[in-house]
């Protein structure tokens, strides 16, 4: 078909085939170009985009198909400014998205296959500050980096375990609080039931263990310590170095030199302390939160993100009402 025959007579809704094998359904304008609502398909019959158009590009709200996402979103002359993507993974993104690599930035939500929720301000496909609900109803709330909580942050687990401070690779890692309820293995006289609170630890850790000056006032079942206060140095989770001992009346017990949560060196006081030699409730190498890294799904860039835009009114070899 001429261009001369064709120009002159408005167009609405046709069948064209292009030169490169795609083929279009849908609303062309006078310059035969697509502009309206229709239908990209490519050489194989497999649908490219559906959806809203002008002047060839997509315009309005459509969905575009990729071999390992789809795209439902907003464009504006071709460029896509707010979306959700569905990957094969079935992780689900929906909010603000940069248009030339197609990665979440901005404000938006992911869900991820193991029904983890990532909220909050996104870069490049990055979460930077937010809030991740873990499917397990554990809580972060803070800033990430890398895929892992870094920087500052607030993390409340289920059984209501807290920890408010500094994060390095998903560990706690600096000054920071921290509140046990209840821990899966047994602490020698610190054995509390499940929901008895274990203790409150304000201080430093290294790599999430406790290292370096800390305070934590003890609770529990044992009516040997429950209510005092370590006061000193801390290595591996456990008193270590120079520290003493308070009763829960605030009086000092003990005061002298501890090596791995037992009392070598002791400076004797008025008070007998019930049991000098103790272990406190030692965390796992991920402290008890879940891997961040295993949750995280990331948008990929699709290698053809553009393919809606290749074929354009000058490549029609035929087309039919």
């Not at 049991?275 to 290698?303: H, M």
Request: hydrophobic share 25%; with cysteine.
């Amino acid at each position: 078909m001429s261009r001369a025959s064709t120009t002159t007579q408005k167009v609405t809704k046709c069948k064209a085939k292009y030169s490169n094998g795609f083929t279009y359904e849908g609303v062309l304008d006078e310059m035969l170009r697509r502009s309206g609502f229709g239908s990209l398909f490519n050489e194989s019959g497999i649908t490219v985009y559906t959806g809203e158009w002008m002047d060839d590009k997509r315009h309005g709200n459509g969905t575009e198909y990729y071999d390992s996402k789809t795209i439902n979103g907003a464009w504006k002359y071709g460029r896509l400014f707010e979306a959700q993507i569905v990957d094969t993974a079935m992780d689900i993104y929906e909010g603000a998205i940069d248009p030339d690599t197609l990665e979440p930035h901005g404000d938006g939500c992911l869900l991820c296959r193991s029904n983890s929720i990532y909220c909050g301000e996104w870069c490049q496909g990055a979460l930077i500050k937010g809030t991740l609900a873990y499917s397990n109803g554990d809580v972060y709330t803070g800033n990430f980096r890398n895929r892992e909580r870094n920087d500052f942050g607030k993390y409340k687990s289920v059984n209501g375990d807290t920890y408010i401070g500094t994060w390095k690779d998903n560990l706690p890692h600096g000054f920071g609080t921290c509140c046990l309820h209840r821990h899966p293995r047994p602490m020698n006289e610190l054995n509390p039931p499940n929901n008895e609170r274990l203790g409150n630890y304000i201080g430093y850790f290294r790599n999430g263990k406790r290292c370096g000056q800390g305070r934590m006032l003890l609770h529990g079942s044992s009516t040997d310590l429950r209510g005092y206060t370590y006061d000193g140095q801390w290595y591996d989770d456990l008193p270590h170095g120079s520290g003493r001992l308070e009763s829960p009346q605030g009086s000092v017990c003990v005061s002298g030199i501890w090596e791995c949560g037992v009392l070598k060196e002791s400076t004797p006081l008025s008070q007998r302390i019930p049991n000098p030699a103790f272990r406190t409730a030692k965390f796992r190498k991920d402290n008890g939160f879940p891997s961040l890294s295993q949750s995280r799904s990331k948008a990929k860039t699709p290698s053809y993100c553009s393919v809606a835009e290749i074929v354009r009114s000058d490549d029609i070899i035929s087309m039919t009402h």
